[in-house]
């Protein structure tokens, strides 16, 4: 399966963007499809994730980003509200055949290229 994220850019905080996740070569429905990012200088971290019935968050997105999959375009999208500066950083999103979902990159064997987003204060 590949993955192609898409829809970073720069906005100012509080502002919104939604990135997409296109999924080609297999199922959207049968893979955990998660979003993970990393700052300059950072370690890459969990998102958030989407499986068969269930949606999973880091605390610190909790109530501002949204993860939703629209099966008929094979896509995952990441709406993400109220930015803030510490928001900023490469997004990749992954996928695993699995019904499980996990919340680090070792629990995923396909990846996407990332797309920068950048909030500025």
């Known amino acids: 399966v590949q993955l192609q994220a898409s829809g970073g850019g720069l906005v100012q905080t509080g502002g919104s963007l939604r990135l997409s996740c296109l999924v080609s070569?297999?199922?959207?429905?049968?893979?955990?499809v998660a979003w993970f990012r990393q700052a300059p200088g950072k370690e890459r971290e969990f998102v958030a994730a989407?499986?068969?019935?269930?949606?999973y968050y880091a605390d610190s997105v909790k109530g501002r980003f949204s993860i939703s999959r629209d099966n008929a375009k094979n896509t995952v999208y990441l709406q993400m509200n109220s930015l803030k500066v510490e928001d900023t950083a490469v997004y990749s999103c992954a996928a695993r055949l699995t019904r499980v979902i996990r919340t680090t990159p070792e629990g995923y064997d396909n990846w996407g290229q990332g797309t920068q987003v950048t909030v500025s204060s």
């Open positions: 989407i499986g068969w019935t269930r949606t």
């Open positions: 070569g297999g199922t959207v429905s049968e893979y955990v």
